[in-house]
C-alpha cells in the first residue's frame, strides 16, 4: 500500500501545478492559452466555470456589502476576486497565494487597474501565514488540493469577523473524473467534499450557513458570524 502524501507533500504538490501554468491560468479568464494542453482545458472548462463562479462571489459580497470593509483573499491567484472586492468599495484586501508568479501578476493587475493602493498581496502558505482579521473572507477553490481542512478552516474562521465565503470544485461524475486524470498526469491531488463537510467545520468555529449555490462544476458557500 502506498504511504498518503503529507501535509507538507500536498503543499508542495499545489505549488509545483500552479507554478507551471501562471499565464495560462489567467489567460482562463478570457479563454485562450499558450500550452495546448491548458488552451483546450481554458476554452471548454475553466472559462465557463470562473464566469459562474465570480457572477456568484460577487452577489455574496454584493448582498453583504464591503463597502469600506476590510477582505481576505485566501489563494488568490492572479487577483481577480480581490479586485473584483476593491470595485465594489472594499476599504483594503489583502490577496495571499503560495505561488509568486501569482502574486507578481495580481500585483501587476491592480496597478494597470489603478487599485494597488487598496490592494496588497502576499507570498504564503494558508496554512501558516499570519492572517491579518477582515470582515470578509474569500477562499475560492482552493481546499480541494488538500486532504486535511480543519486546520486551515479554523484559522481561516479565526480571522473572519463578519462573512466567510467558500467556493469547492465538485460537478459530476465524468468531470471529476478528466480533474482526476489531470492530476495524475501533473502530480497532484484533488479531493472532492459535500457541503456539510464544510459547513461543520465552520459552525465548530462560530460560523453559521447562510446560502448555498450549486453550480454547474462546484459548490459556493456563505457563511456568516454567529458566535
Ligand atoms: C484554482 S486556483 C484559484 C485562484 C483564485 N482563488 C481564483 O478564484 O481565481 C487555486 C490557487 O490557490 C493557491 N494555493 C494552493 N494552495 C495554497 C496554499 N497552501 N496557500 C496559499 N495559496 C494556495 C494556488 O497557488 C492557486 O493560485
Same mark, same amino acid.
Given at each position: 500500500m502506498t504511504r498518503p502524501p503529507s501535509a507538507d507533500e500536498h503543499v508542495r504538490? &499545489?505549488?509545483r501545478y500552479f507554478s507551471s501554468f501562471v499565464p495560462d491560468y489567467h489567460r482562463a479568464f478570457t479563454g485562450g492559452g499558450r500550452d495546448p494542453l491548458h488552451r483546450v482545458i481554458n476554452t471548454l472548462f475553466r472559462r465557463r466555470t470562473f464566469e459562474r463562479r465570480m457572477a456568484i462571489v460577487r452577489g455574496f459580497l454584493e448582498a453583504h456589502?464591503?463597502?469600506?470593509?476590510?477582505?481576505?483573499?485566501?489563494g488568490c491567484g492572479s487577483?481577480?476576486?480581490?479586485?473584483?472586492?476593491c470595485?465594489?468599495?472594499? &476599504?483594503?484586501?489583502?490577496?495571499?497565494?503560495?505561488?509568486?508568479?501569482?502574486v507578481e501578476t &495580481?500585483?501587476?493587475?491592480?496597478?494597470?487597474?489603478?487599485?494597488?493602493e487598496?490592494?496588497?498581496?502576499?507570498?504564503?502558505?494558508v496554512h501558516t501565514v499570519s492572517l491579518p482579521e477582515a470582515d470578509v473572507t474569500v477562499m475560492v477553490s482552493v481546499l480541494e488540493y488538500y486532504a486535511e481542512i480543519e486546520a486551515v478552516l479554523?484559522?481561516?474562521?479565526?480571522?473572519?469577523?463578519?462573512?466567510?465565503?467558500?467556493?469547492?470544485?465538485?460537478g459530476p461524475w465524468w468531470r471529476r473524473r478528466l480533474r482526476h486524470l489531470l492530476a495524475r498526469v501533473k502530480g497532484?491531488?484533488?479531493?472532492?467534499?459535500?457541503?456539510? &463537510?464544510?459547513?461543520?467545520?465552520?459552525?465548530?468555529?462560530?460560523?453559521?450557513e447562510r446560502a448555498r449555490v450549486r453550480g454547474h462544476a462546484f459548490w459556493a458557500l456563505a457563511y456568516r458570524r454567529t458566535s
Open positions: 504538490m &499545489a505549488h456589502g464591503v463597502e469600506g470593509k476590510r477582505v481576505l483573499d485566501l487577483g481577480e476576486v480581490s479586485l473584483m472586492a470595485r465594489l468599495g472594499a &476599504a483594503r484586501v489583502t490577496g495571499v497565494d503560495l505561488v509568486p508568479e501569482m &495580481a500585483r501587476w493587475q491592480a496597478a494597470e487597474a489603478g487599485l494597488a487598496r490592494a496588497e498581496f502576499l507570498v504564503g502558505d479554523a484559522r481561516t474562521c479565526a480571522a473572519t469577523r463578519e462573512l466567510l465565503i467558500l467556493v469547492d470544485t465538485r497532484f491531488r484533488i479531493y472532492y467534499r459535500t457541503p456539510e &463537510a464544510f459547513s461543520s467545520v465552520a459552525a465548530r468555529h462560530g460560523l453559521g
